[in-house]
């Protein structure tokens, strides 16, 4: 059986002697007349490249953890068949690592005047836009001997959302929210609160809440029933500065705080009230006004999709002003920011009683799980001197968050599973106890 391709030429080319082997490749197709006619009409056979027609479409966002699917669409105007291997090149943090070469590169066979599409699915590892690169396209002639290549652009982008993992904890938070709004009875009563109704007197109520004149018109004990207010204005700031890339884990600490504004955006905005965001560190980076509650969270989370941590130094008194700015009634300012002992003592406390003369302040900080292991550590002299450098950061911590306090600030201090729902409980707790 006669042999083709590149069976072919390595077979001819083995048979040679080692005389003609070394001179050149001229001298070895030239005793190949045959081969290397066959190996220019191979070339001349192959579909050229630069004519082929590109085009994209699928996914335009996806969340961070989750697949997007781009199809590519290659039509081919030539009157060759066209049979190719195609490299669908994007950024390496668009791929689950060494997954890559299996999931970009392509094989297809088009024939004349003819459109295929090939898929390529994305599972990026960062938020962020992740913008397609060239498309290379290597085209075969029938024998496979020589190929055309060349490359093209296709634009495409895909943004990468936060994944909001905290959403799991949102069914919980407005149970407790419908507690505060009235609807059970289990009622609160403070200074941002409003009469709702009147209900029979149970064991246990504030009796401050006994309505006498109700009572007097009817047998039974009657009482107050209270609901916190709606409408209150939350001014969500994150902190895009140098402490917020500070990686805690597997991610920047950024990561975290966006999780945790998007749980209480949610939060909120089921509860009636308003919800902004002020991304800053030098620079406004993000800012999110005056969107209905229904509008709010998709707003939210394509603005912080594109949020990176800035190498510099937040300049806390441009924070405060743009916050005073954008905040002009009493609201409450959710600062996600750090506890460090040096950032919030020279840059936050000199500026925080403008902040909080006109508004609530709550200050919320992603802590370090590995600093509370390093506390327990024992058994070597290694391990002692971990804990007490561990107890150190922890009382440097502490003595900061009392700082703040005393400034009438709430502080919330959790690890990232666990920022989120404390700061959402955080807010109930002023709402339940009408600081809103």
């Given at each position: ?40 009409c ?44 195609i ?27 003819e ?30 001997l ?5 490359t ?18 949102l ?5 407790r ?47 107050r ?7 209150r ?5 994150l ?10 884990g ?24 308003r ?29 912080m ?9 937040t300049?806390?008194r ?22 460090d ?76 599973d ?19």
């Open positions: 059986m006669a042999l083709t391709g590149r069976a072919a030429l390595l077979a001819a080319l083995g048979s040679l002697p080692i005389g003609i082997w070394e001179p050149s490749w001229t001298g070895i197709l030239a005793v190949n007349a045959p081969l290397a006619a066959a190996c220019a191979d070339f001349a056979l192959a579909a050229p490249v630069s004519r082929l027609g590109l085009t994209r479409s699928g996914d335009t966002s996806v969340r961070l953890g989750d697949t997007a699917d781009v199809t590519l669409t290659l039509t081919n105007p030539s009157r060759r068949p066209l049979r190719a291997r490299r669908d090149a994007w950024p390496p943090s668009t791929w689950t690592p060494g997954t890559e070469t299996t999931a970009s590169r392509h094989r297809i066979t088009i024939p004349p005047g459109r295929r599409r090939v898929t390529t699915r994305l599972r990026p590892t960062r938020r962020g836009d992740r913008q397609a690169d060239r498309v290379t396209i290597r085209s075969y002639g029938p024998l496979g020589f190929a055309r290549q060349g093209h652009k296709a634009p495409w982008t895909v943004r990468v959302l936060p994944p909001f993992t905290s959403r799991k904890h069914p919980s938070k407005l149970a929210l419908r507690e505060l709004d009235g609807r059970t009875s289990v009622l609160t009563r403070g200074e941002g609160t409003e009469f709702d109704s009147l209900r029979e007197y149970v064991p246990g109520d504030d009796t401050r809440s006994i309505d006498w004149r109700a009572t007097a018109r009817q047998t039974t004990v009657a009482v029933t209270w609901r916190p207010e709606r409408d204005h939350i001014l969500l700031v902190d895009t500065g140098r402490t917020s890339a500070g990686r805690v597997d991610a920047p600490r950024l990561d975290a705080s966006v999780d945790a504004a998007l749980l209480l955006a949610a939060l909120a905005s089921r509860a009636g009230d919800v902004d965001l002020l991304a800053y560190d030098r620079n406004v980076r993000a800012l999110v006004q005056g969107r209905t509650a229904g509008d709010v969270l998709p707003a939210l989370v394509n603005a999709a594109t949020l990176e941590p800035e190498l510099v130094e300049n806390a441009g924070l405060t002003a743009t916050a005073l700015r954008t905040s002009r009634r009493r609201s409450l300012i959710v600062l996600l920011t750090t506890l002992a040096a950032p919030v003592e020279e840059g936050l406390l000199p500026v925080l009683p403008q902040l909080t003369q006109r508004h609530t302040v709550l200050l919320a900080s992603v802590a370090d799980p590995h600093i509370t292991e390093m506390a327990k550590a024992r058994g070597d002299v290694d391990a002692v001197y971990e804990a007490a450098a561990a107890a150190h950061a922890q009382s440097e911590r502490h003595r900061t968050a009392e700082q703040l306090r005393r400034h009438g600030v709430t502080v919330v201090d959790a690890t990232p666990n920022l989120a729902p404390a700061l959402a409980d955080a807010y109930l707790a002023l709402k339940a106890a009408g600081r809103l």
